[in-house]
């Protein structure tokens, strides 16, 4: 691929793909294949508990080569993930929502990177001071839980010029090569993809909500508050499923008198139970109604026309990078 960027010389990358961490749907089968097809991916740490994280990391570690990043979510504390990680031999961290400051004080120290996902060019123009090494820009359309103030093709040229030199990565409304090269003209140095991965053939997302994201279109999305425990609302957007429309048919009721609230839809693989509301995605080993899990997705979905394995999507990304490529520099030659 003709793109050499600051991100694939961090992270030593044949493509300037990344996949966003995507709850338990990123494990580590799914990483794998991310590593093996030149791109790299995330964990979410948020989704993994504290006492399994270890071993996690480890088989994560060994099946990537430990080309792989953990991804924390600061809506609660986090400090004792970042120390299971880093004694993993973890040294790539993506940190977003909350204060980042001591986190990143603690990865620098370690000698690691950090990238910061953000949705407003006020953070970018204090990332350099506190350290960060790339930042996320992540719009609106995002799927998923977003913080964007504006849909990527604005919000990130905002960002680039306010970030005083630091790379940014684009996340967002991107899902194929054209996606990649409008968000390198815009100024980044490579994609944060989610939405085009949960439909992947190695992601660990519940296979019917992989066919959901497949059949879905952008009228299909809603954006809500409503899978947030009280106190960690943040925005996602999820395409519409019985738990929204129920809640939406009894009035939108707020927490406490909801439909169905405090009812089990399903079962983790260790057999705790999935209450209706909860913040998991559905995730394939989910036993019972998984449809009633949030199904997470953003704008993409207008893109996504099958389930695909990860080697074919980041190679369809290259090919059709490349064709963009070649159409633009056709049109400035007047061809
Ligand atoms: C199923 C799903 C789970 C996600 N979980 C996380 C997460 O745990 N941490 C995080 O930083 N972002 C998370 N995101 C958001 C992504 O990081 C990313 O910003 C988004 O997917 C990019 O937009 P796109 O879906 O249009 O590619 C999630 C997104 C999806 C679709």
């Known amino acids: 691929m003709p793109f050499q960027t600051a991100l ?27 590593a093996n097809s030149g791109g790299f991916g995330f964990a979410a740490l948020m989704h993994m508990p504290e006492v399994t994280i270890s071993d996690e990391l480890a088989e994560i570690s060994r099946v990537t080569g430990g080309s792989f990043g953990a991804n924390l979510t600061l809506v609660v504390d986090q400090r004792k ?12 961290f ?27 060019p006020k953070d970018a123009a204090r990332a350099k001071e506190f350290g960060v090494d790339f930042i996320v820009s992540q ?17 990130l040229p905002s960002i680039v010029d306010a970030a005083k030199g630091v790379p940014v990565v684009a996340a967002g409304g991107v899902a194929d090569g054209r996606g990649l090269l409008a968000a390198m003209a815009l100024g980044a140095c490579g994609v944060w993809m989610g939405t085009r991965f949960v439909a992947s053939k190695e992601s ?30 943040c925005p996602h957007w999820v395409i519409r499923n ?19 609230e405090g009812e089990s839809i399903s079962r983790y693989p260790n057999g705790q139970p999935v209450y209706r509301y909860d913040v998991a995605a559905a995730w394939d080993s989910m036993e019972g109604d998984w449809e009633a899990s949030p199904l997470y997705a953003g ?37």
């Open 81 to 92: 993930r970042l120390a299971a990680a880093l004694d993993k031999g973890v040294r790539v």
């Open 139 to 155: 719009g609106r359309e995002a799927g998923g839980h977003f913080i964007g103030t504006a849909p990527t093709m604005s919000l």
């Open 8 to 34: 694939t010389k961090a992270l030593n990358l044949r493509v300037p793909v990344l996949a966003a961490p995507l709850g338990r749907g990123t494990d580590a089968a799914f990483l794998a294949a991310m």
């Open 204 to 233: 660990a997302s519940h296979r019917g909500y992989k066919e959901r994201v497949v059949a879905a279109r952008a009228t299909d999305l809603v954006e809500t508050e409503l899978f947030d425990p009280v106190g960690q609302e």
């Open 299 to 335: 704008s993409t979905v207008e893109l996504i026309h099958d389930v695909k394995s990860v080697a074919e999507i980041v190679g369809e990304i290259e090919a059709t990078a490349e064709a963009a490529l070649d159409k633009i520099s056709g049109s400035r030659a007047g061809r």
């Open 242 to 260: 019985s738990t929204f429309s129920k809640w939406e048919e009894a009035g939108r009721p707020p927490t406490g008198q909801r439909p169905g």
């Open 94 to 120: 993506s940190l977003w929502q909350g204060d980042i400051e001591p986190y990143v004080r603690v990865i620098k120290d370690a000698g690691g990177l950090v990238f910061w996902t953000i949705g407003d």
